[in-house]
């Protein structure tokens, strides 16, 4: 089981090209003035069924990856290794994953740095407010974006739009992507 905040089958504000997102729910970090505070208590949001989430990721066509978000995603490492475990075995999708983690913390630690095989790009680093930047994939200064494997460099992120926003059928809008520091803030 995973423990999501949300889901959105097609997006490309979380990555290269057209991707599929999973927000996790829960993280303990406590970063600077959180943007996602809304999604780090633990008991919030849903459980879903790794089998479940796949399958609806392998249903969707044009899609070339998956992002991976949060909340914090390697607070749940197990669901985390076994959910791309799985979209590995099962397609060629690329992998995406956003931690509040730095690389070093991640490789410290045998049960998160398990599944960084299983990664394409992972962005990396505490959400700062005071380094808060707009555009491209990165919230704040302070993080890094590695690049884990040969599929993806720098040039494959130039066109990332910087923010998309979703209004499903009831109403509820979504907004994803990382945006300009003042399109949500009062400055």
Same mark, same amino acid.
């Given at each position: 089981m995973i423990r999501i905040h949300s889901f959105i089958p097609d997006t490309r504000a979380n990555g290269p090209g057209r991707r599929a997102c999973i927000w996790f729910q829960g993280c303990t970090i406590s970063c600077n003035e959180c943007c996602n505070v809304h999604i780090t208590n633990s008991e919030d949001g849903e459980n879903v069924e790794i089998a479940d989430i796949v399958n609806r990721i392998l249903k969707i066509e044009g899609i070339e990856g998956v992002s991976i978000s949060g909340g914090e995603p390697f607070q749940q490492c197990d669901a985390l290794f076994d959910l791309l475990k799985s979209i590995r075995q099962k397609s060629d999708l690329s992998v995406l994953v956003f931690t509040g983690y730095d690389l070093e913390e991640i490789i410290g630690e045998d049960s998160f740095s398990r599944i960084l095989p299983m990664i394409d790009i992972l962005v @990396?680093?505490?959400?700062? /407010?005071?380094?808060?930047?707009?555009?491209?994939?990165? @919230?704040?200064?302070?993080? /890094?974006?590695?690049?884990l494997s040969p599929r993806y460099g720098p040039q494959d992120l130039e066109e990332n739009i910087d923010i998309e926003i979703f209004i499903d059928e009831e109403g509820m809008i979504t907004a994803t992507g990382v945006s300009s520091p003042a399109i949500f803030t009062d400055d």
């Open positions: @990396a680093g505490r959400y700062d /407010k005071q380094k808060a930047v707009g555009g491209g994939l990165l @919230a704040s200064a302070n993080q /890094k974006i590695h690049f």
